[in-house]
């Protein structure tokens, strides 16, 4: 699962490079969307900066945030926010998202050896004063391949660690892949696998942690308690730019200066992120209530007037997504289960569906035409893996009747009954949100309803987004299909989503030709260039044939920022040290 809210990411596997997004807070890319995306600045303007001063940035969410602060534990990007002033990952990017050397640690990949090597610079300390050791780059494959942390993102990309299998299914008690040449605290730890793969130098790849975790601080918590306990929901410790002052749970956390951290003095004397509900954002901006504050794309009319506010953007690696049930997740056996007899596991029913959707009415509608919709899977950002060619599903009833008429999903009176002649009933899980989101949702119901599909929403109303994420990564009995949306991670392979052993796979489909295409994306013969792009574009086609996922659409992500501000920038290269270079102009 690598981009809202049901997931975020900084670049920790990348912080993660999956997490959930919460819908209401919109963010296909084509050369279009980038002409009107130039229209916006990437960063705020640079000037010199003066030290003090306090930064109140908004949490937009209408739910409380879960405060699970360990991005191995974590699945929600409204909990990455909040610990955005503090969490940093171990390396630093250039904009396509390289990594380099310039971050918390050096990365070197062998391809001889099989081996990737990261080295913590020396300085590099937790808020406690203690230097980051190799031990605490370690730990956190443990928490995540442990199975008493109940962790969502133990992977089969993870798992081409050598160890890393035997340990998760308690054959070892160590990951014999990982060594630490200079013992646990020394600063180098060199990690095993039984081959690399061509997407290893990007940040966001999946293969490997791009985090570490305190274990002098956390290794007396057992692993089972590891989620709930204090060190992790209250006393959170990190090596970031901020440590945390004050937390009042669900609602705001207050940050001051890490004065170990390594890069040297933050700017500011003081961060404060709190919650605001997606419909009281517009106003808060408006009223300069938060310093920072990311905008609405269908409250955008209203605050595009701001005075005071810079407004700051960028074409964000996210989309939103329907999807439809058609298995369960196999806690025991580690992977999904297809069910061939579930009521979704018709690829003309799925299809008609995908065609029924009126997106780019509905974005035009309710985002002030910031929102757009997307062809594939793969956004745009992406360069050349992305297919240009994709067609993707535009609105079209009447396309969309005939596949059901063929199929033999016959109207009998007002709704259409299963080729079988059994009543269809199709329940329908969606998040709440913006004012705007039961709107849409109660929109492509109807669309749904023309057709003569009986669509109507799980348990009759929109789901609170802590309650819809439970429901949808635990396979809630009743859900025949959902929306949801993706902070994707920072390199492009789909496996960590998609694949039989990825419990990011919510709709749990598993196919032969599915797996074959994942493993062709990640293969030795993709360190060819041309190679991987062919395959990327021939599992786009597949997915968008098959429709068990459809991707809908991306936005502009636009930031409203106080104009006496400067360092604040959504430049991929800046993201590790954003909130280090945040402060007042001169």
């Known amino acids: ?89 171990l390396f630093d990017v250039e904009d396509d998202y390289k990594i380099n050397n310039k971050g918390p640690a050096t990365f070197k990949l062998d391809k001889n050896a099989k081996t990737i090597t990261i080295t913590v610079k020396k300085g590099v300390k937790w808020s406690d004063g ?205 992977k999904n289960v297809m069910d061939p007899n579930a009521k979704m596991n018709n690829k003309a029913l799925r299809q008609a569906i995908a065609y029924g959707m009126n997106i780019s009415q509905v974005d035009k509608k309710y985002s002030n035409s910031l929102s757009f919709h997307i062809p594939t899977l793969i956004p745009a950002q992406f360069g050349d893996y992305f297919d240009k060619s994709a067609k993707g599903y535009d609105f079209n009833l009447k396309k969309a009747n005939q596949i059901l008429d063929k199929a033999g999903y016959k109207k009998k009176g007002k709704w259409r009954v299963q080729p079988n002649g059994k009543p269809l009933k199709i329940k329908f899980l969606s998040q709440a949100g913006s004012a705007v989101q039961e709107p849409i949702v109660q929109n492509y119901i109807q669309q749904w309803h023309k057709l003569g599909l009986n669509v109507s929403l799980y348990n009759g109303r929109l789901i609170e987004f802590n309650s819809y994420v439970d429901k949808v990564q635990n396979d809630a009995p009743g859900v025949d299909m959902f929306m949801g949306a993706w902070q994707l991670s920072s390199e492009p392979s789909p496996n960590d989503l998609y694949s039989e052993g990825a419990p990011f796979n919510l709709g749990r489909f598993v196919t032969p030709e599915n797996s074959k295409l994942l493993k062709a994306i990640d293969s030795q013969k993709a360190f060819d260039h041309k190679y991987r792009v062919e395959q990327f574009h021939k599992w786009q086609e597949y997915m968008l044939d098959q429709a068990y996922t459809v991707p809908v659409n991306n936005a502009y992500s636009i930031t409203a920022v106080n104009s006496k501000l400067t360092g604040y920038s959504l430049k991929p290269s800046h993201g590790n040290q954003v909130w280090f270079k945040v402060g007042y102009a001169k």
């Not at 879960?66 to 699945?75: D, Y």
């Open 130 to 334: 203690k230097q980051v050791v190799a031990k605490d780059l370690e730990y956190p494959y443990e928490i995540i391949a442990n199975k008493e942390t109940k962790c969502q993102r133990y992977t089969d990309s993870l798992a081409s660690i050598k160890g890393l299998k035997e340990y998760h299914e308690g054959k070892a008690k160590t990951i014999s892949g990982l060594e630490m040449p200079d013992g646990e605290n020394g600063r180098t730890m060199i990690i095993h696998y039984s081959e690399l793969k061509p997407g290893m130098y990007n940040s966001g790849n999946g293969y490997f942690w791009e985090g570490a975790e305190p274990y002098h601080y956390l290794k007396d918590v057992p692993f089972s308690k590891l989620q709930s306990s204090d060190k992790i929901r209250k006393n959170p410790m990190f090596f970031g730019p901020y440590k945390l002052e004050k937390l009042v749970r669900g609602q705001s956390a207050t940050w001051v200066p890490n004065k170990y951290y390594w890069r040297g003095k933050p700017k500011l004397d003081k961060i404060v992120g709190s919650v605001v509900s997606t419909n009281s954002a517009s106003q808060a901006i408006k009223s300069q209530k938060f310093d920072i504050a990311d905008v609405i794309n269908s409250q955008w009319k209203s605050v595009k007037d701001s005075k005071n506010t810079t407004f700051i953007a960028k074409i964000p690696l996210y989309y939103s997504y329907l999807s439809f049930k058609v298995g369960k997740w196999d806690a025991k056996k580690g």
């Open 1 to 89: 699962m690598k981009k809202g809210k049901f997931l975020s990411s900084v670049g920790i596997l990348s912080s993660v490079a999956l997490t959930l997004v919460a819908c209401g807070k919109s963010n296909s890319n084509n050369t279009d969307e980038s002409k009107k995306a130039s229209k916006f600045p990437q960063e705020m303007p640079k000037k010199a900066v003066k030290q003090g001063g306090t930064v109140k940035y908004a949490i937009e969410s209408d739910s409380p945030f879960t405060g699970i602060f360990a991005s191995e534990l974590s699945t929600t990007t409204t909990d990455s926010d909040v610990a955005a002033p503090g969490q940093e990952s």
